[in-house]
């Protein structure tokens, strides 16, 4: 086993993206591991037989596979922004739970049985209006700097709004579009969207991680 964490990732995937933006925040260095979803990797099945991504297998073996639960581990070991204190589990629960439901259903429809994409994408909005009514008046989700909260929340409403940008752009919730429009032009954001090749059993270790991009002058 390596030294470092092996991070499971698919470069777009929205969990994925989370967990990626908060290990590079806590500074922490992991193997990544780029899967190629229609062709995901025995070792990855292995580590986690539901074989989503993101998966963290700790040097002492143990398994994270949920994002949340990554997020969390990470902050633990290090947190220079405070964002657990932004660890608002109300909000995760409405992101993870009904914002997704609609936000697959709206973006891919045709992978549900009779499934009108139109009350779905009506019903995700009405959960961004009211984020939009939260960031009246603050930078963030919970105060003026981002926490886990908004790192957390921010892929998903990013491919929300990417899926249709003009209805997007034209509907009145002028801060969140303020809100998504920071964290895309982010220097975290940027960091952790680089294009790796898928892995394949054999390939050298890519280290991933805030001083790895340091001495390579990312």
């Known amino acids: 086993m390596t030294r470092h964490p ?3 990732s698919f470069r777009r995937c929205p969990y994925a993206m989370r967990a990626r933006m908060a290990l590079w925040i806590a500074g922490i260095t992991v ?9 995901k990797p025995p070792e990855l099945v ?4 539901k ?6 297998v700790l040097p002492d073996a143990t398994v994270l596979d949920e994002s949340i ?4 581990w990470a902050l633990a070991q290090s947190d220079p922004e405070g964002w657990l204190a932004g660890d608002e ?13 609609h936000l697959d259903r709206y973006k891919y429809p045709t992978r549900y049985d009779d499934c009108d994409p139109a009350p779905h994408r009506a019903a995700g909005y009405e959960i961004l209006r009211e984020l939009d009514a939260r960031l009246a008046g603050q930078s963030q989700l919970c105060g003026e700097t981002r926490t886990l909260a908004d790192i957390a929340s921010f892929p998903f409403i990013r491919q929300f709004a990417n899926h249709d940008r003009t209805w997007f752009d034209a509907q009145p919730i002028p801060q969140l579009q303020r ?4 964290h895309l032009a982010s220097d975290l954001f940027a960091s952790v969207m680089p294009k790796f090749a898928p892995w394949q059993a054999g390939d050298g270790p890519v280290l991933f991680g805030r001083d790895q991009a340091t001495r390579a002058g990312w």
């Open 51 to 56: 074989a989503t991504v993101p998966v963290l």
């Open 69 to 72: 639960e990554i997020m969390r």
């Open 46 to 49: 292995e580590a986690s037989p």
């Open 31 to 39: 193997v990544l591991r780029e899967v190629k979803l229609a062709s």
């Open 89 to 101: 589990r109300a909000l995760l629960v409405t992101i993870d739970g009904p914002f997704k439901h």
């Open 179 to 182: 809100w998504l429009e920071g």
């Open 6 to 8: 092996i991070l499971y």
